[in-house]
T-cell receptor, first 113, second 114 residues
Framework: AQTVTQSQPEMSVQEAETVTLSCTYD???????LFWYKQPPSRQMILVIR??????QNATENRFSVNFQKAAKSFSLKISDSQLGDAAMYFC??????????FGKGITLSVRP | AAGVIQSPRHLIKEKRETATLKCYPI?????VYWYQQGPGQDPQFLIS???????DKGSIPDRFSAQQFSDYHSELNMSSLELGDSALYFC?????????????FGPGTRLTVT
């Protein structure tokens, strides 16, 4: 079984600053994938970044990067140079041998101008 | 680029009625997933299909059924609707059922049961 925990319900960041969103997970599988999804007010689910568990190198996508700590089962998302458009709900998720996504409870990120 | 299409976008039904939600995956995607997101909740996996066969099943009530058709579109049928079924229903598609393949989400169908 897969579980994903996001313990911070809300965070706020000043525009142009950096913010880190936390996520921990648990899995009994050796091969799995981790994801961060963004859900803006439109409610569309948008993939932000993906990490293969077998890769030690942390994934990066422009201003978004992750800190993947496999032993600690931690998968945090760092957003650099925060923009007003980054304001959204962010969900951490994982998949295992089956491909269904298991999501955390999400965190609401607000960006202060 | 083509995206996942869901119809209808909004649906209002009364208790005990039936609803049918449709999903049209991205062309050449043979895998479809359905998720339910209640108010203020995270999305919950309902069911998935690969090559028109059910591939996995999650917390889907017995009142719900789904299938994938020969053109790969999928339909989620919901009967005896309850107030608690009010939610945003997402369909997602991927190129294959492999665990790491990106799932592309549709805009969702917002179901309101009164």
């Amino acid at each position: 079984a897969q579980t994903v925990t996001q313990s911070q319900p809300e965070m706020s960041v000043q525009e142009a600053e950096t913010v880190t969103l936390s996520c921990t997970y648990d899995t009994s599988e050796s091969d799995y994938y981790l994801f961060w999804y963004k859900q803006p007010p439109s409610r569309q689910m948008i993939l932000v970044i993906r990490q293969e568990a077998y890769k030690q190198q942390n994934a990066t996508e422009n201003r978004f990067s992750v800190n993947f700590q496999k032993a600690a089962k931690s998968f945090s998302l760092k957003i650099s140079d925060s923009q007003l458009g980054d304001a959204a709900m962010y969900f951490c998720a994982n998949t295992g041998a089956n491909s269904k996504l298991t999501f955390g409870k999400g965190i609401t990120l607000s960006v202060r101008p | 680029a083509a995206g996942v299409i869901q119809s209808p976008r909004h649906l209002i039904k009364e208790k005990r009625e039936t609803a049918t939600l449709k999903c049209y995956p991205i062309p050449r995607h043979d895998t479809v997933y359905w998720y339910q997101q209640g108010p203020g909740q995270d999305p919950q996996f309902l069911i998935s299909f690969y090559e028109k066969m059910q591939s996995d099943k999650g917390s889907i009530p017995d009142r719900f059924s789904a299938q994938q058709f020969s053109d790969y579109h999928s339909e989620l049928n919901m009967s005896s609707l309850e107030l608690g079924d009010s939610a945003l229903y997402f369909c997602a598609s991927s190129l294959s059922p492999r665990s790491g393949d990106e799932q592309y989400f549709g805009p969702g169908t917002r179901l309101t049961v009164t």
